[in-house]
Structure formats: structure tokens, C-alpha cells
């Protein structure tokens, strides 16, 4: 390796994580009474493939548990409130290592503890500032992958340029015809790094910083919209708007940081430097070689991911492919390392099953298709240790569907039976080659189920029932899909929930509910706040407007640029697609959705202003240049490619913005929002409400106390559903 670039990675290691001993968890000693309704997911088995560490959230928060697969007994294995986002067994038996978000906010840590509870440690992200998150485990269990972000340099430090102003966009101008790296954070900007960080108001301007929550500041309906400083520090690998990654600054200052390291949980050895890039959108460690010689990191914001295989010994790139967005856990290095593994989408439209052939040095020297599925994208990829069989996971319209598949022998892939619509992770359970799955459906809380070899899947005894879904007399709706056709051709997707005892025929209130992403999709899985809203008699429209994932790769990059003004009208073409159809009431709709769903739903209010009756945005951008403002650096990097750039685009996102609009609004709007979101923060949603008020309209806002850009305790999420169903109802004449 050059000497220079020695140099550099040499300076990353000031920041390398030093485990900080914690008091022994709870581990067998402290079992609560659980729920009765609860969801566990996010499985990881040990290596006999007998006990299974997951998360649950029967005490009211996620948390970390362990549990026999086969059997009833469980426990909760670390029993503070901080909300568990990962979990990892290693393959010795020896640690659990999971992920951690202290507050509740988008800081997180990456913690260790032995499966009796003792030995607890932060591994990384104790310092102030910083965050991390997990990568894989050695083959041999010796050490842990983390990646760790690197706290900002202070304000005082900045230095700022200011470029010209730029002239206005040609909207006719495709982003695809731009300039390779357009997008990138590559030189200074005047609306970045600005006083307030996380605080905006309606020109851009933040507030001072406060010591702590100012009155208004609650979990309740807001007599007005909140403010006050917002704490914590967002996850360079989280899901946010559409949105990750880290960044060169682009207000001038010294770039983001991200360093991967292989980490000793016991503390005996030195951590090792796998990767560091300044600017990096994400940085995951997804699997080391059996002999230690190359890694498999994934890199790159949302849209453009990349799979690079590192050696080792002076961290150098052997090849580089792309792959395809959704779970992280993207491939896996055959045992003598000539061979790789991989999810991706690299010149297809969906993400199928790749072996690279390798040389000694990681360079790839041949590639060819293993398994593939018209119209389908491979989504969730695990291997037997061996690494002589693998689970397969496609998503077929929404859907998953399981099979096995042997990579030594052309035996055709074996199909297993799914007892309900959606896996959302796979692990490999003992040496037998048996699998844990996390299940999802209409009908049923998350939750964890047993497949021996060669048998059925099975409900782990400490999954929550299917019939404890919903509430004695509620029975749980299984929705239908629908096939929206926009108004300029493009074919949409999405699920319809008719509430229970309307007669056959008769159209309904309905609220048109939209995701995040913007390239998540709908899946047919259960949601607790459907079950509100339909409890309460208004059926639920859930479409995959342009823009959303599982419809190809040009489905998702559909909506970039000035392809945004076309998925702004497919929320209406659906909302006329369930009307047509004779399902839905068209004088009482709604509209409502959470994060790039929350932005989408503030923009069907202003550009369709008479369509809907009400709405209620969550986590959403109201102003996408004081989102720019005050969002985390890391995101930003992203959004650019999303949305525009904050400086050579400023006309674009002006005009994408609600808040240009907002005098066109005519309905009442409730927004919500978690006190900690760094993502989208809170001053999205104050400044949409503040402007509503302004023009006599009826707008109220929801603060969800110890809550970030994702909702995870118990009673805050039941607070936003029933306040969010209220709100339906009486604006909906129900």
C-alpha cells in the first residue's frame, strides 16, 4: 500500500472502539410476565442451533432475549429500556453481540454480553457523538465487525464557502443525464452546518440551542407546535428518509468518518482496521474469509450500493459490484475464499443470486448467475456454515416466498412452506442445517419460527399466538392487492383493507396510507395501526406509489429528480383507482403517511387539495431545503441523490417542497413526530403546522417523548395509532 494512504488509514485508529465493562445483564435471574400481545423478531442461533437470542417487545420496549428454539423457556437477557435494534450470536457460543439506541433516539451502540448475562460491555459507540452498528463475526468467533462514526469536528472549525448562486434546473432534464458523481458531496454549500442543528424554523434559520424540553413539549396533542433541542446522533446504516450515509461536509468543514473494525469483545486483542472512508455513505463488514485474507464490505448510499472485497493485510480493493438495496446482509465468501456469494442486481433489473470467481487477491475473474426469478427480486440470503447450502428468500409481488438451494450439486432448489406471507430474516440453526425464520402476516404478530431439516416450520412457544393478533371480537383483515394504472401509464401496486361488516358493494371512508422509503414496499404483514383505523370503520389503501421497491430496478429510480411531480400524482391516480372501483367514498378520504410517507402526504394535501379531507403526516419533510438545514450530515449525502442538491438543484427542491404550496392547503392536519429524530427533525412538522394555523386551518401536532425517527415503545406507539384514529374519525364524519 502507498505510504500516504498507510498514513491515512493509520490516523483512522485514534478512533478505534475500547470495550467499556457494564454491570452483568439480567440473564436467567429476571424473567418478566410478558404481554399477551407482542412481536419477536430479528433472530440469531447459537451454534449447536438449540437456543435463539431475538427481540421482543413484551415488556413494552425491545429488548434482548434468548429462548430454547424448540421449547418454551426463555429469558430476558439485558433488561435495560434502551430499545435493541440487532442481534448477533457469534459462532464459538461464546457472546451475543447486538445493537442498542440509547433514548430511544438514532444514536446507536454495539454492546457484547455471554449468554448467561455476565461479561456486558459497550464495544463501540460509547464515546460522545459517535454511533455505531454491527457487522458480521469472524469465522472462529475471535472478534466482532463494527463500524463506527465518527463524531463531527466542532462549529467553530467550520469554514465556509459560498458559491454562486446557481441558475434554475431545467426540469425536462433527467438525472440520469447529469454528470457521473453529480450527486456527490464534493465541494462546500451555504445550508448545511448551520446554528440550530436538528432545529429549523419556516426560513431556514434555527433557533438558539435550549438546555432542555420548553413547555409544549409532550406527549400529547399540542395546544402548538413543539420545539426545543433535539439529541442524539443518527445511524450511518439506519433507514431514514430515503436517506443514508455519510459525507464529505458539505459546508466546507472536514468530512464524516467511517471506520469498520474487527473487534476483540473480550478485550484481549487489539482492534484491526478493516475499511475507513471519509464521505462514505455505509460502511458494513458482511463477512470475512475462513482464512482471514479478504472481507466483503458494503458501501454507498441507497440506489448506488456497492459490494467491495478488501484484503486484509493492507486494505486494498480486490473488485467491486453492485447490489441491490434492502437487507444489508448482502453475501458470503465460500470456504477456501475463490468464491463469492452474492445478492445483487448488478445489470439486472432485479436482484438475483451472483457467484464471483476470485483470484488470490480478491479480483474477480468471473461471474455467473446461481438463481434467479422473472420479476422477483432475491431478498434475504443465508448460508450454512458449512457454506454448502443456502435459504433463499424472493419476493414475489410482495409476498416471500422460501426455498433452499445447494450450491455443490445442481439439485434444484427445494420450496418451503411459509406459514405466513413474509420473512423478514433468516438465520442457519446448527450444524444439521436447520434455519430459523422471523415471520410476518396479516394474521399475526411478528414472530420466530422453528424449521428442523427436511420438516415443517414450526411457531416458537414464546411467539405471540396468531389468535392474540388482535383484540377478542376484532378478527385481523387479509387485504387484496390492487393494480393502480397512473395517469401516464406506469402500473402501481399496493394492498386494500376493507373493514370488517360493510355489506358487499357498498364504498367506505378510506384513508390512503403511504410508506417510507421512498423505496420501501407494502407488504401483506400485520400493522397494529391498520387495525386501529379499521376497528374504527375505514378501510385502509396502502399503494406502492413510483419510486418503491419490489417492482424493478427502473420502478425504483422512476421517481428521482423531477420524477417526484409524477409520484406526488400517483397518490391521487390511487386514490381515484379505489374510488373508480367502487370501494372507497370519494367525500371521505384521507390521506396519511410516515417519513418520505409523511413528506408524500403533506404534498398530496397541497397539489390535490381538494381530494382529501384531512391527513396525518409522520416524520415528514415539510421544506426540503430546511430539511437539508438541520438533517445529519450523513443523510444528506443521500438525499441528494434523492431528491436534488441542496445547492445546484435549490429551485428543484423548492418546488417539490409543501411548504412553497402550503396557501393551498384547505383541510385540517395532524403531524407527528418523536422528540429525538435527527432524520427529519422536528422542525419539519412544527413549521407545516405553525403555517396551517397562520392561514385559520385546524392543525395540531403529536410529540412522542424518548422516541426518534422510528417509533419503538409500546405505549408511544399506542398513543400515535389511537391519537392518529381519533383524528380519522372526527374529520372523516365517523
Known sequence: MAADARDRLIGAMSAAPVPVPLADAAGTRDTPRPLVAHGCWYPSADPTGEWVAFICDRTGVPQLWTGLADGSEIHLLDADPDPVTEVSWSPDGRWIAYTV???????????????????????????????????????????????????????????????????????????????????????????????????????????????????GHGTGVAGRATDGPVHGTAGPDGEGPGLDGGGSGLDGGAPDRLTAYLVDPSGLGSPVLVAAESGAATLRVCDVSQDGRLALVRRGPRGRREAVVVRTADLATGSVLRVGDGDPWIGRFSQDGRTLWLRSDHERQFAALLAATLDEDGGRVGLSVVAEREGSDLELLAFAEDGRTAALAWNVR????????????????????LPHEVVTRITRAGPAGGTVLALSGSQRRPGVWWAPPGGLSARTPWSSRDEDAVPPGRPPVRPVPLRPTARDGVRLGGWYYRAAGRDAGRPGPCVIHLHGGPEEQERPVFDPLYHELLGRGLDVFAPDVRGSSGWGRSFVDADLGTGRFAAIDDVADCAAHVVLDGLADPTRLAVMGRSYGGYLTMASLVWHPELFRTGVAVCGMSDLSTFFAGTEPWIAESAAHKYGHPVRDRELLRSLSPMSRVDALRVPLLAVHGEHDTNVPPGESEQMVRAARERGLSAEMLTLRDEGHEFRRADNRRLFRRTAADWMQRHLGL
Open 101 to 215: 439506541a440509547p433514548g430511544g433516539g438514532e444514536h446507536t451502540r454495539v454492546l457484547c454480553v455471554r449468554p448467561d448475562g455476565t461479561g456486558r460491555r459497550i464495544v463501540a459507540g460509547a464515546d460522545a457523538g459517535s454511533s455505531a452498528y454491527l457487522g458480521c463475526w469472524t469465522r472462529d468467533g475471535s472478534a466482532v465487525a463494527v463500524t463506527v462514526a465518527e463524531p463531527p469536528p466542532p462549529t467553530g472549525l467550520t469554514v465556509r464557502t459560498v458559491l454562486p448562486e446557481p441558475s434554475a434546473p431545467d426540469h425536462g432534464t433527467a438525472f440520469g443525464d447529469l454528470p457521473t458523481g453529480w450527486a456527490e458531496r464534493d465541494g462546500p454549500a451555504t445550508l448545511l452546518g448551520g446554528t440550530g442543528h436538528g432545529q429549523v424554523g419556516p426560513d431556514g434559520s434555527g433557533p438558539d440551542h435550549g438546555t432542555g424540553a420548553p413547555a
Open 398 to 417: 410482495g409476498a416471500s416466498e422460501l426455498e433452499t438451494l445447494s450450491l455443490s450439486t445442481a439439485a434444484r432448489p427445494r420450496r418451503v412452506p
